[in-house]
C-alpha cells in the first residue's frame, strides 16, 4: 500500500493551461503539505494544512491553490501555467505538526511538471 | 532560523564508511536534527532523527556535538544503493513555521564500485 501517492507522476502542457495535482495519504496523519523542488535540489514548502485547515502558506503566486476536502486529501491547482513552474511537486504528510509531529515527513513520489 | 550547511557531494567506494557533516550554528534549544535520504524521481525518505549526542538505528548513526552547532550522518559500510541526496534538516518538532520545513540543497553522496 502506498503511503502518500499522487497523481499525475508526469505532467506536460502549454503555458497558460489550467492543471490539478492530486495527493491522498492513507497513514491516519493530520497535515500534509506541499513542497516544490527546483532544478537544483532545494525543496521549499508551498502550503500546510492540519485537518483541513490551512497553516502555511508560503509566498507563492496566487495562481497556486491548494484545497483538501478532507485530511487525507491535499490537492494543488495551478492557474495560468507559466514556464518557472516547471518542477517536480511533492506532497508529503506528517502526524500533526501543531501538537505532535514527530520530525518525519512522509513524501509521495513526486509529480514533475514540463511547462512548453 | 537554523540555516543549515552541507558540503555539494561526495564520493566514497563500496564497503567505507562515509560520515556527511551539517553546519547549523544558529541551532535553538528546541531544534531537532533530522536527515532525510532522497533517490532519483523519489520523494526523501527518513533516515534518523537526533538531539544531542548520539543516536543509531538500522540503517544510520547520528552523531551531535555537546555545543550542537553540527552533527554528522555516518552510513556504514555504503553499498551502491546507498547513492542518493542527503540532507540535513533542523527545526522544532512542533512548528507551525515553513522556515522550520524548507530543506537546503543537500549533499549527493556518489558510491563507487
Known amino acids: 500500500d502506498t503511503a502518500v501517492s499522487q497523481t499525475p507522476k508526469y505532467l506536460v502542457t502549454q503555458m497558460g493551461n489550467d492543471k490539478s495535482i492530486k495527493c491522498e495519504q492513507n497513514?491516519?496523519?493530520?497535515?500534509m503539505y506541499w513542497y516544490k523542488q527546483d532544478s537544483k535540489k532545494f525543496l521549499k514548502i508551498m502550503f500546510s494544512?492540519?485537518?483541513?485547515?490551512?497553516?502555511i502558506n508560503e509566498t507563492v503566486p496566487n495562481r497556486f491553490s491548494p484545497k483538501s476536502p478532507d485530511k487525507a486529501h491535499l490537492n494543488l491547482h495551478i492557474n495560468s501555467l507559466e514556464l518557472g513552474d516547471s518542477a517536480v511537486y511533492f506532497c508529503?504528510?506528517?502526524?500533526?505538526?501543531?501538537?505532535?509531529?514527530?520530525?518525519?515527513?512522509?513524501f509521495g513520489e513526486g509529480s514533475r511538471l514540463t511547462v512548453l | 532560523l537554523a540555516k543549515t550547511t552541507q558540503p555539494i557531494s561526495m564520493d566514497s567506494y563500496e564497503g567505507q564508511e562515509v560520515n556527511i557533516t551539517c553546519s547549523h550554528n544558529n541551532i535553538a534549544t528546541n531544534d531537532y536534527i533530522t536527515w532525510y535520504q532522497q533517490f532519483p524521481s523519489q520523494g526523501p525518505r527518513f533516515i534518523i532523527q537526533?538531539?544531542?549526542t548520539k543516536v543509531t538505528n538500522e540503517v544510520a548513526s547520528l552523531f551531535i556535538p555537546a555545543d550542537r552547532k553540527s552533527s554528522t550522518l555516518s552510513l556504514p559500510r555504503v553499498s551502491l544503493s546507498d547513492t542518493a541526496v542527503y540532507y540535513c534538516l533542523v527545526g522544532d518538532r512542533v512548528s507551525g513555521s515553513a522556515r522550520q520545513l524548507t530543506f537546503g540543497s543537500g549533499t549527493q553522496l556518489t558510491v563507487l564500485p
Open positions: 497513514l491516519g496523519h493530520d497535515t
Open positions: 508529503a504528510s506528517s502526524p500533526n505538526i501543531l501538537t505532535g509531529n514527530t520530525g518525519e515527513l512522509f
Open positions: 494544512y492540519n485537518n483541513k485547515e490551512l497553516i
Open positions: 537526533g538531539y544531542k
